[in-house]
Each structure stands twice: as C-alpha cells, then as structure tokens.
C-alpha cells in the first residue's frame, strides 16, 4: 500500500507565485489534514476535512486554501506565497470515528524567497 | 482548548543509556489518547508509542516506555538501551476520544552519542 503520498518533496517558490501541495490516500480515510512544521513550534494545523466537500479551518489557515473533491485528495493551494510560510508541510489522514494514529506522508519542504 | 508542552528542547544520551522525555498537557477532558510520534533525520514521522488515558496501565513497546501520570497531565517517554537510530525529533501528540484533530507539543531534539 503507498499510504499518504505528497508531491512535490522540494520546492522553491519567489514571494507572490502561487502553487498546489499535492496530498492522496489510498486508505479510505474519511479524515484528512495539512500541518505545518516549524522550529520550536511542532506541527500546527492548518486545514482539515472529514469527507468529500467538507473542509475545516484548523490554528494556522491564512494564506491557504483546500478543497476536497475525492475521498483520496486533498490539495493545500498557496494563492501568493510569503516568505512566512517557508516551512516543512505534512499531509495526514485517518479513519473518522476511531480512535488509531495520523498517517503522514513525507513532507514538503518549501522555500518562499 | 488542549496545549501540549515539551519543555526539553534538545537532549543528548550515550549510546546504551537510558533517557527519559518530558510532555505535559492542559485539558478538561476525561477521556483521550495521548502519542509519541518519532521524526528521524528521514523528516518521516513515526509513531513510537500510544496511551489510552482510561487505562492505569502504562503501555510499553520493546525499548520504549511512557509513564502516564492522569493527576498531573504528564506523559514522559522513557526510551531504554538507546540505539543511534534513536537519534531523533520526538513530538508529544494529544487527541481527544473520537476527536479529529490532533495537537502537537514543539518537540524534542535527542541525539545518542556514540
């Protein structure tokens, strides 16, 4: 089973471009996240969504946007990228209404210069 | 709200050492689950132990430990023998019973030394 799969791992970004993270499961999750990893501060949520067309803001969401079309996807959109939002992101899924572990993928590195 | 504190931002322990991580938590609730998730220099995140906080017992995996103190909202990780693969971020993670959303605490940075 691949799991959470996050395309791209690396990526750099000038202030203002805009760009899709790219997250998919093949578990059946209902549940899906987007946390942000910064020094000192752990993994902050930024969005998040419990099935198909539902999506939730979570601590962190400026400057973000998700949509959630499929069970399987769910992008994170950046519409003008910020040097502020040079971070790692990490894609998490899980099944709704249990009470078993995140299931991450690998993260994106992202640099906004 | 729940809050996850881990007040050792860095540690370091020998090889074969035993080390022992701190985490507190603030919350109102009675039933949870409490996590360490591992974070190699891979960046994959690992789950390294779970703690159901109805069950008294403190829930063990081969090396690593946890003790789980209701009362005072602890729940330090005890790693035994420590490998150089344990050379790693730990993040304490908080979630109430058939919540959604996790919380994380800022982590731990723990270096074994050789």
């Known amino acids: 089973n691949a799991g959470v799969t996050q395309t791209p791992k690396f990526q750099v970004l000038k202030t203002g471009q805009s760009m899709t993270l790219q997250c998919a499961q093949d578990m059946n999750h209902e549940y899906m996240s987007w946390y942000r990893q910064d020094p000192g501060m752990g993994l902050r949520l930024i969005h998040y969504?419990?099935?198909?067309?539902?999506?939730d803001q979570g601590e962190v969401p400026n400057g973000y946007n998700v949509s959630r079309s499929t069970t399987e996807d769910f992008p994170l959109r950046l519409l003008s990228a910020a040097p502020s939002q040079t971070s790692v992101y990490f894609c998490?899924?899980?099944?709704?209404?249990?009470?078993?572990?995140?299931?991450f993928g690998s993260g994106t590195q992202l640099s906004v210069l | 709200a729940q809050t996850v504190t881990q007040s050792q931002p860095e540690m370091s322990v020998q090889e074969a050492e035993t080390v022992t991580l701190s985490c507190t938590y603030d919350?109102?609730?009675?039933?949870?689950?409490l996590f360490w998730y591992k974070q190699p220099p891979s960046r994959q995140m690992i789950l390294v132990i779970r703690?159901?906080?109805?069950?008294?017992q403190n829930a063990t995996e081969n090396r690593f430990s946890v003790n789980f103190q209701k009362a005072a909202k602890s729940f330090s990780l005890k790693i035994s023998d420590s490998q150089l693969g344990d050379t790693a971020m730990y993040f304490c993670?908080?979630?109430?019973?058939?919540?959604?959303?996790?919380?994380f605490g800022p982590g731990t940075r723990l270096s074994v030394l050789p």
């Open positions: 998490a899924s899980r099944r709704v209404g249990t009470n078993e572990k995140l299931f």
């Open positions: 993670a908080f979630m109430k019973n058939y919540g959604q959303n996790f919380v």
């Open positions: 969504s419990v099935g198909a067309g539902i999506t």
């Open positions: 703690q159901e906080a109805y069950k008294q």
């Open positions: 919350t109102s609730e009675n039933n949870y689950y």
